[in-house]
Structure formats: C-alpha cells, structure tokens
C-alpha cells in the first residue's frame, strides 16, 4: 500500500502542476521545555508518538471516530500544533489503484484515538499546516483539476469552510492568526493569473488583499517570526527578486535570481537564509547565504548544491540536504550561520514520503520540524537500515542523527520520514 499510496501522491503533485503548496513558526520562548518527542508514520501506515530514541510508542491511530470506515485506512503527514498539544494528519482509502476516500484527521496528543475532521471521495488530502493559535487548522485539498485552501476547527465550533482556489497554493500564517500570506498561480512570467498577497480571515469571510507586484519563480511566502515583515519574491527585469515587505507595505529589494529562490527566515527574525536555483536541474539549488531583511550583512555559507535547508530553532546553524553526485546519495551537513563551521555528517537515500516533501522544503519548514527543539538532532527519513543501502525491498526507516555528529544516525523506527514535537509549555 505504501508505494500505490505514494504514486497517488505524486500523481496529485503532477496535476498540481508539481507546485502543491504555511504560522511563521514563531519565536520561541525561553519559558518553554525543549523535551522533544517524535511523531511518524510506521511501516504498516499507521501514526505513532514515540521518545527521541524511538522508545514507548503509541498508536495514535488505534481507534479513529468520524470516518464512514475504519478499515483499509493509510495515514500520512502527521503535523503538531504549535502548543504541542494536538497532531494532524492525512488518510487515505485506497481501491482497485484508485484513491477512494481522503480525510483529515486530528488527535490530542497524548490519547491514542483520532478524530476526522472531513472524509471526502472527491478531494485529496495534501499539504497541513496549524494556525498559531494551535485550533485552527489549514488543509490543501485536491478537488478534481483545483487546489483549494480549506480551514477547519479542531474543536468542532466552527464549521469548516473554503479559503481559496487556485494552483500551485502555497500559504504562511501569520503570527497573529488573523492573516495568512498566499503565493498562488506561480511566477508571472508563465501565467498571468499569477499573484502574491494576502487573505484577512474574518468571521465568515476572507478578504483578498493582491500586491501590485508580479511574483518572481519561488514557492512559499514566510512571516518574519515577529510578524512585522513578510518575504516573498516578485518579478522584475527577467529575474525573481527576494522581497521584504514591512507591516507599512514598503519594500527592500534582497537578491536577485535569474531562476528561482527559496527562502525561510531564522526563528529569531534575524535573518533570512536564501538560495538561486540551478537552472540546468530542476530541484536543485546553488550555494546558500544569509542576510539581514534589511540587506545587510549578507554572505556566502556554501557553494555547494543543495536540495534543501532548515534552521535550527536556536537560530545558529542550517541543516543542509547536500548532492553527492558520485555516489547518487543525499548528504546531511550542519554549517553555523557565521560562516565559519561546516561539518558534513551523512550520506543517505531518502525514503519516499521524505523524497515527496524535500522538494516543497521551505513550506514544511513552516509547519514540522526536522530539527528537536533543542537543537541537537535531526529526523527524516531514510531506505534500509544502513541509510546507504539501495534496491528493490529495502525497509525504510524514520531516523534520528546528531547535528554535532558525535554519535552516527541510529534508526530508531520502521517507517517513511518523522517529525519533531515543539517545545513544551512548562
């Protein structure tokens, strides 16, 4: 079931136009416990919480409420809710190689029963991502040739409703709760349609607020952790522009790209870590750099490709998803945000659910962690038990390394790719 489940998937993605897709995570409190625990997916489709060594897990799926069925069920992306106190996820039904039913499904962390939020035969569950208010939760859904945003209420209060249409979609919550940042048609250089902006949520509505600027080839728009300044990129001159936008609507031209830029901000607000395109290989980026969102400061980490980065929620590294092209592996290095340590780690296959979401990085970057909430360990993803093995039949395996690189990458459970908890209220 897991390979048809991640062929629907990527099939979904393809008639997305193969650009599926966020609140800024905020900066986080010293009030709060970093005791991180991980969430994942397990070989037999199932969603499991389990201790940073894979230690005391709990089916959180064991008993599901709200679906027309509880059998032939694959769940996937778990996603925690800022607080920590709930996890959301995806399920799908499939029959005779058709997908037959979707859902979205919510737990309170800690209970091992589940509660669907929407099950539908007509849309796909494809991308989740929790409001900062830790109630709210965002859902793109395929329905036939559209994405739609929908937003739902883990509570139940409110009744769920529809946002916005258009594809790709992609979104960033802003800190408040109360505006959500939305990139939607992709660059207008390919399609005029093409926008960035914003959507203020009212009590039934949403009001569409579309920048002047054309957008340039990027993917998710991102809040600064404070929630005073958004980045995004706009076209101008045949090249993609890396844009901040203050709460008065001026701008600061960053960067420049004849290609496209991917971007996410520090957890403190301080700086925006970015990367240009290669244009000869599609998914793959050249080199990364830091910059204040004033412009200034602004310098070279890497040279190297790249397929993907995340801070570290201490805000003094980057984990990087590197390309040994020898080899035909991905690489795992940590390089400190003054440029001044890089320290490769590993090398690894992906497994196929962390290989869907590499490419759409800076979107899940806004809503999961592969980082613990204490800096020190990364999770993913990974083929067979060595993290270097290749073939047909291999085990996937949700594994945990050291970003210090003092210990090697233990796997820690059977499974497609894992997430850490935020830290915790104290």
Known sequence: MVARLAGLLVCACMVAGCSVFGPSQAERSTSRIAVSQIAYVGSDDEVYIAEADGSNPRQVTRQVTGLASTQGWAYRWPTYSPDGRRLAFAGYRTGASQLGSAAVLVSEVGHENATALLESAGMATIYLYWSPDSRHLAALLQHGQDLELHLFDATAADQPRQLLVGQPLYWSWAPDGKTIAVHVGGDAGSAADAWVGLLHLGAGDAREERFIDPPGVFRAPAWSPSGDKLAYATL????????????????????????????????SGEWLAFTAGDAGRPGVYRGLEVVHPDGSERRRLSEDPLVAFYWSPDATRLAVVGIDTGARTLTWSVLSVDGKTKRPLNAFLPSSDFAFQLPFFDQYAQSTSVWSADSKRLVYGATSGDDRSNGSGQRERVVVLDADGLTPAAAVADGGAGVWSPPKPP
């Open 236 to 267: 101008g001159g045949g090249a993609s522009l890396l844009t901040v936008r203050d709460a008065g609507g001026q701008v600061t031209r960053i960067a420049s790209s004849p290609s496209e830029v991917g971007f996410t901000w520090s957890p």
